[in-house]
């Protein structure tokens, strides 16, 4: 047994070198993906980036047409080979569509896979997760009774009863609404870490991708972009779809001179690019931080805000920032929604520079 060999072992899940074409769109573009055990990764992208797809080709629902899935070390499909079909891999699926059986009650829809068990256990643990999904009342009900939310959260909780070493995951909370989807994916993940299944989620949102993800991999035109912890992606961004992904930002360009740009905001770190460069500069408006300053009114050749609506929790600023050898620039901030400045307020901009990314120009 080769170092790799064991590499490969370890992992839960394991997609190498996976492409994928329908007709002559080519929809993966050679997908490199590993899931540990009991690890939740999150498949996150755009819509119509190939998440779907290659959720779909991990559950062996798509023939695979290049590549290799391997399961706990062992090869279950190569090109155009299925070794092991969908129903025998010990894979839990729950889709955002997942038809649950009609005929059957929510308690016979959980406890379906367990057709291995004891009746009592079956029962027991059917109504276990049916408890933990907030589901507990419906254990008699059919599923032409339950709101596309509930339906949902049974499905789920059928996926997991067997206790699968991997949970394959589509958009599992979209019909919830806002203030269940909270509730139902913590208690998801409670259940997922409990069972210490291996998990690959499919979302386009980012906040879900971060509350659920140990590791998030995202997905732009069939690649994946950048794989790494919620954290990583968010703070350490390689590339600047990356950013944008996670929220909008302002932009900025300038030149790099003595490994420094200079913006309206002062200067901004750039040694690693090429002295000369044209940098992009991208600064997310939390990286803002402002305050208002006393100065007689006509100092509007200061910092000064030039609309400011308060949202809730933040407050969005639009201002207008001045900086030195007569550099202006239009930037939106976020901050704290108990501060609303009125407009033409000059202001100081202290700049969090965790919050500020500066890439290459040709990386836009
Ligand atoms: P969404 O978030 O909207 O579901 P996605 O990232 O999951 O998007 P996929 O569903 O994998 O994306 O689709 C990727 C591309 O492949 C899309 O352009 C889609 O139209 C195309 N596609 C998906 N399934 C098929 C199919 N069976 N036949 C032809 N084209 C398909």
Redesign the pocket.
């Known amino acids: 047994v080769s170092l790799s060999d064991l590499a490969t072992h370890a992992q839960t899940l394991s997609l190498r070198g996976v492409q994928h074409t329908?007709?002559a769109?080519q929809?993966v573009k050679g997908v490199d993906l590993d899931i540990a055990p009991g690890e939740v990764v999150c498949l996150l992208?755009p819509?119509?980036?190939?998440?779907?797809?290659l959720l779909r080709i991990a559950a062996g629902l798509e023939v695979l047409q290049k590549g290799e899935v391997s399961l706990e070390g062992v090869s279950i499909a190569t090109p155009g080979k299925r070794h092991v079909p969908p129903e025998k891999r010990n894979v839990g699926l729950a889709f955002q569509d997942s038809a649950l059986f009609p005929h059957l009650s929510v308690l016979e829809n959980v406890a379906f896979g367990l057709k291995h068990l004891p009746s009592q256990q079956r029962r027991e643990r059917a109504v276990e997760l049916l408890t933990q999904l907030g589901m507990r009342d419906y254990v008699d009900t059919y599923p032409h009774m339950l709101s596309g939310g509930q339906q949902q959260r049974v499905a789920l909780a059928r996926a997991l009863a067997p206790r699968p070493r991997l949970m394959l995951l589509d958009e599992p909370f979209s019909s919830l609404d806002a203030r269940l989807r909270d509730r139902i994916r913590d208690d998801t993940l409670h259940v997922l870490k409990k069972l210490g299944s291996a998990t690959l989620l499919?979302t386009?949102d980012p906040e879900e991708a971060m509350f659920m993800a140990d590791r998030i991999a995202l997905m732009r035109d069939g690649k994946i972009i950048q794989t790494g912890t919620p954290r990583e992606l968010y703070c350490a961004p390689s590339d600047p779809f990356v950013v944008t992904f996670f929220g909008d930002v302002n932009e900025l360009n300038g030149t790099v001179k003595g490994g420094k740009v200079q913006t309206p905001l002062g200067v901004v770190d750039a040694s690693w690019l090429p002295e000369g460069s044209d940098a992009h500069i991208m600064i997310r408006p939390e990286a803002l931080r402002i305050q208002a300053r006393d100065l007689p009114a006509e100092a509007h050749s200061h910092s000064h805000v030039v609309m400011a609506k308060l949202l809730g929790r933040t407050s969005l600023i639009h201002l207008c920032a001045h900086g030195e050898g007569g550099l202006e620039a239009h930037l939106h901030a976020r901050v704290p929604g108990v501060f609303l400045p009125q407009e033409g307020q000059p202001i100081d901009i202290d700049l969090d520079h965790s919050q500020v990314f500066v890439f290459p120009s040709s990386a836009h």
């Open positions: 329908f007709a769109n929809v992208g819509s119509g980036c190939g998440k779907t797809t499919v386009h």
